[in-house]
């Protein structure tokens, strides 16, 4: 058996006709920019995730750059984040001109560690972009309560994270700015590239709205130096159609990731996310992420050996899962302040010790709504037959 770690096979066959049929009518129609599809999906998404307003875009890499700007951050500036993302979360602040500061994170959740935030507040720093990632929302609580006491803006990298939600609140609807991905791979994903950006504030939503459109608050007329980055109507009306079954595809998610957690737990030597994680019911499973932890043992077939370096352990683990037909990916195997796009940041190897032995440990399991009970005890006895050997 082979298992992929993301599929959408199944899904295009469930809803592919009606895909098909909403495209075609965008095509026919002509209206591919704008138009009543992103009305639509932007109207929709915004009562989902409890927001004021929503404005499409075409990445969610562009969500944060538009986010950023809206709040007037650039040069001098500096935003605390973390280094466990995609890069995108920190070029983004690079993008506009600021310069981000890397905090570490927390060893259960992999989020940002929020107890360290306020030690890395200078008199430059602007805001706060926490990341929900793999779909686990950050204490927002907490962090907004940071923010407010130092006055600082907060913008929500919620890329992996529709669906998510904070004590029942859904995340992009904390801050002054949410932004979203709908890459294919998300828990809400169109046929290539989206993003949108969400917020309660009528006055940022309409710079946003400007900003995505060259600068431009009516035809031929430019306040600001924008950019063109627009959600066209064939994704929209994808999102139309996918967006009413966000639900119930999180559901299936969660009884993926309860179904490992139950019975991966008798192995010492991964650690699973449930490992002292609160709230995990706010979790939307993106990605379910394991550590294989310092003195696992994964047998070396070729020179026998016992000792082994972190890396050395997820690697053999991950070739060996592949040999029996399970996929994996790693999510993140080198952290951002350790790229060589950010040598001039200053940081090195130790800067954040927690981040580095994470991007060292973790290996993603597969996970898509579609993925049979078959194919998950498939996943659970090759990981215990690794371990066994």
Partial sequence: MQIPPFSLDAQ?????????EALIRVFRSGKYIGGNE??????AFASKIRASYVVGCNSGTDALILALRSLNIGENDEVITSSFSFFATAEAISSVGAQPVFVDIDPKTYLMDLSLVETAISPKTK???PVHLFGYPVDMDQLMDIAKKNNLKVIEDCAQASGSNWRGKPVGSFGDVGCFSFFPTKNLGGVGDGGAISTNDFDLAKT???LAVHGMPKRYLHTNIGYNTRLDSLQAAVL???LPRLNE???KRKEIANNYI????????????????THLDGHSWNQFVIRILDDSFVKNKQNNSEVFTEIQNRDLFKNELH?????????????IHLQPAYKELGYKEGSLPITEKVCNQVISLPIFPELEYIQQSYVIEAIKKIFKK
Avoid: H, Q
């Fill in 323 to 335: 040999e029996l037909g399970v996929n994996t990916i790693i999510y993140y195997p080198i952290p």
């Fill in 249 to 251: 595809w999180i559901n």
């Fill in 240 to 242: 139309n159609i996918k």
């Fill in 262 to 277: 139950n019975k991966l737990s008798v192995l010492e030597a991964i650690e699973l996310p449930s490992t002292g994680i």
């Fill in 208 to 210: 946003i709205r400007e």
């Fill in 12 to 20: 295009i066959s469930d809803i592919g006709e009606e895909i098909e």
């Fill in 127 to 129: 805001a706060i972009l």
């Fill in 38 to 43: 992103v009305a639509a999906f932007e109207k």
